[in-house]
């Protein structure tokens, strides 16, 4: 810094001119005339930036301005009023610290001068820099979080209208498996797996592209002036291929696979939610077909999308409508055929009173939400239901067992609703069975699994339903709080002619008498299969062979025809 010769006189003999003005400000206070040349600095600049003022007087402000913030110090010297100015000032040391400034541009003894009262606001800048980061960013990660993303894929939109001949691209990552991490080494483990491979996603990241985190194991990769598919395509596989080399943390080697759905589009006028929707879809396709693969959304997931969104549509209105229909199937002794139970399957009555499957609904249902509120209409059908047999039945109650999701598990306020409509109704909790699936126990959280055993504390029997489907593994029977378990048709099926099967499922049973289990054969529909079974000792049964689904009275008839006492009592432990 080099003074102009004569500035450093003319600021020491104009100070008496100008003590005046700045009488009643605050002690850091500065003078500096029309061409922005400090004339006066007040002494208690020096504790909080270093400076002597004569160090100063002389020399031109914006030169102790950051070069990013200079430009904000020219509205001073054009306005006639109070400017106040944010920016950051540099220290004797070579840092910055952030100033505000309020300023007022004066005319004394012919000298236009602007008069400023500053203050440090670093600590507040900081704060608020915090603050921004906190709302923008992943916590664990500090890659961008959703808020951000949707705001940059607003942004690639709309520079697609000023642009041809480019794709915005966009990635939805999934890492395959992640909750075996989670859950056999601890969250600390799978956190560290996650910035690893956010470190990974991150190194794939063009200047313009931008990555997001959305939650768990979700990121989400935004590139710009993609050239077209194929190039999107290679993309992903190329972070595919980096997310295969092993890496170490915690003193374990991990290769981790993931899952890329790809949707793509050079329409400014494209939605960013259904853009990133699209990849969704995609993804849930990469994932059906094996994982460690990538899939791009195309015209069949277009359709596919559609079609998910009247489903969507149809389901809001028979809620509205009062259109969802509970029918009962009954559980039998397998040894006698009498009803010791039935369970509630809910259907959607439409327009042509044609009864629709959960199997067209229940998986959109779950996917917006809407699950919650339809199966507070099975729970409640259930439990009036439970009540008037009850009554009606005596001794020949049989009991009612409903689905539940992990969600429902984790969600208290359904817990409540199931405690609520027990105690208002007078159903004894025994009269009541949850049937959970074997995918619901591995993706269960641990307040699902806490929301489980409330349940079964209250006397709500628990049981294990479509056993087999997934993994089989035996371990689930002792790993929770079960009281009985259902075998899946698919064993059924084939029990009475391939011995392997019926080896697996004798196996099956064994093991569940072990451990005071009653066991349940879904699906049967033939005697030849009902006689396996029972030579096997399976306990109860449930099938076309001894009723399909109905109204309350497909289970009422059935149990009146019989004599009392019933030969069994309800489901629950053996």
């Given at each position: 810094?080099v003074s102009q010769p004569g500035r450093d006189e003319l600021g020491k003999a104009k100070i008496r001119d100008y003590s005046y003005l700045i009488a009643t400000w605050s ?102 820099a915090l603050l921004e980061l906190r709302a923008t960013t992943d916590p664990l990660t500090g890659v961008a979080n959703r808020t951000v993303l949707m705001d940059r894929l ?140 990538v899939a791009i959304f195309d015209e069949e997931l277009r359709t596919t999308a559609v079609s998910r969104l009247a489903t969507e549509r149809m389901v809001r209105r028979a ?256």
């Amino acid at each position: 810094m080099v003074s102009q010769p004569g500035r450093d006189e003319l600021g020491k003999a104009k100070i008496r001119d100008y003590s005046y003005l700045i009488a009643t400000w605050s002690d850091l206070t500065t003078v500096v005339d029309s061409d922005g040349y400090f004339l006066y600095c007040s002494a208690a600049l020096q504790g909080t930036f270093g400076w002597r003022p004569d160090e100063l007087v002389g020399m031109r402000e914006d030169d102790f301005a950051h070069p990013d913030d200079a430009s904000a110090l020219v509205s001073r010297h054009s306005s006639s009023g109070l400017v106040t100015t944010g920016y950051r000032f540099r220290c004797r040391d070579g840092s910055y610290r952030w100033v505000e400034a309020t300023s007022r541009r004066v005319i004394a003894d012919g000298a236009d001068v602007v008069v400023s009262a500053v203050r440090d606001i670093t600590e507040r800048q900081e704060h608020n820099a915090l603050l921004e980061l906190r709302a923008t960013t992943d916590p664990l990660t500090g890659v961008a979080n959703r808020t951000v993303l949707m705001d940059r894929l607003r942004q690639g939109l709309r520079r697609l209208g000023r642009s041809s001949g480019s794709l915005l691209v966009v990635l939805y990552l999934d890492l395959d498996r992640f909750k075996v991490i989670n859950d056999s080494l601890g969250h600390h483990i799978g956190d560290d797996v996650l910035l690893k491979m956010a470190e990974r996603l991150a190194g794939h990241l063009r200047p313009a592209d931008t990555l997001a985190r959305l939650g768990g194991d979700e990121f989400v990769l935004v590139a710009e002036g993609v050239t077209d598919e194929v190039a999107a395509i290679a993309l992903a596989n190329r972070i595919i291929e980096d997310g295969r080399r092993p890496f170490h943390v915690g003193g374990d080697e991990f290769s981790c696979t993931m899952s890329i759905g790809v949707a793509c589009t050079s329409d400014h006028q494209h939605n960013a939610e259904a853009l990133l929707s699209e990849a969704d879809l995609a993804l849930y396709r990469a994932k059906d077909r094996g994982r460690d693969q990538v899939a791009i959304f195309d015209e069949e997931l277009r359709t596919t999308a559609v079609s998910r969104l009247a489903t969507e549509r149809m389901v809001r209105r028979a809620l509205d409508m009062g259109r969802i229909v509970v029918e009962y199937q009954p559980i039998v002794d397998i040894r006698t055929g009498y009803p010791v139970g039935a369970e509630a399957l809910v259907r959607i009555r439409d327009l042509k009173q044609r009864l629709m499957l959960p199997g067209l609904f229940l998986e959109v249902a779950e996917e917006t939400g809407l699950l919650i509120k339809i199966d507070e209409v099975v729970l409640a059908d259930a439990v009036k239901q439970a009540a008037a047999w009850r009554a009606r039945l005596g001794a020949k109650f049989a009991g009612v067992a409903i689905n539940v999701t992990a969600r429902h598990l984790a969600d208290s306020e359904f817990r409540h609703a199931i405690f609520d409509q027990l105690e208002a109704n007078g159903v004894p909790p025994g009269d009541l069975q949850i049937e959970v699936t074997e995918q619901v126990l591995m993706e269960a959280s641990n307040s699902a699994l806490t929301g489980l055993r409330a349940l079964r504390d209250l006397g709500v029997a628990v049981g294990l339903d479509d056993f087999g489907t997934r993994y089989s593994s035996l371990a689930y029977l002792r790993q929770f709080p079960l009281d009985f378990v259902k075998i899946d048709k698919s064993f059924v099926d084939d029990v009475v002619i391939d011995p392997k099967v019926r080896a697996i499922a004798g196996a099956i049973i064994v093991l569940a008498h072990a451990l005071d289990l009653t066991v349940v054969a879904e699906g049967v529909e033939f005697a030849g299969q009902s006689q396996v079974l029972i030579d096997l000792e399976c306990d109860r049964a449930q099938g076309f062979l001894y009723a399909r689904s109905g109204p309350p009275e497909a289970v009422e008839i059935p149990v009146l025809a019989w004599p009392s006492p019933p030969p069994t009592g309800p489901i629950g432990p053996r």
